[in-house]
């Protein structure tokens, strides 16, 4: 099997799903905003506000490739990596991709509170404004998110049946 991508919005369950999927699989998970802490040793949000965003997405976009390329893993990608240079073509030509989607009201109930301050593109807003800006980016991220092999409803599926799906359009 050629590497998984899982992608989707901050809070829809990538890093969890991912976890699982591999231990499903016996392969390596890789967490793509992990490996940019060990390879900064800064946290997101510091190396965001030290430099932000268009270096971030640069780095991230070169880690990704870097990671990735004909290892057998699942890999766990940042929110917005799908729609900075060509990532979501090069992961659908390098990989498999699955879009983990879940609607802006379920995503807001994830990340309100203390696990939104951890992220720097929400740290700062209340939920109204969490859930505008939510709604505004999943809007935006639409056209790349929805150019993965699979779009999985994460609230109609398992990682389980995930992998079995996988299985069965590889035979």
Known sequence: MRPLFLIGFMGCGKSTWGRKIARIG???FIDLDEK???ETGMSISSFFSQYGETEFRQLESNLLRSISG???AVISTGGGAPCHFDNMEWMNRNGITVYLK???AVLLSRLA???G???PLLAGKTEE???TFIEEKLLERKPFYEKAAFVIDVMQSSPQKLWN???ENHK
């Open 129 to 131: 404004e969490m859930l």
């Open 36 to 38: 940019i802490v060990q």
């Open 165 to 167: 799906q996988l299985l």
């Open 26 to 28: 016996n392969l390596p």
């Open 117 to 119: 301050s951890k992220r």
């Open 102 to 104: 879940l609607p802006a």
């Open 70 to 72: 004909s290892e057998t």
């Open 113 to 115: 509170g203390k696990e």
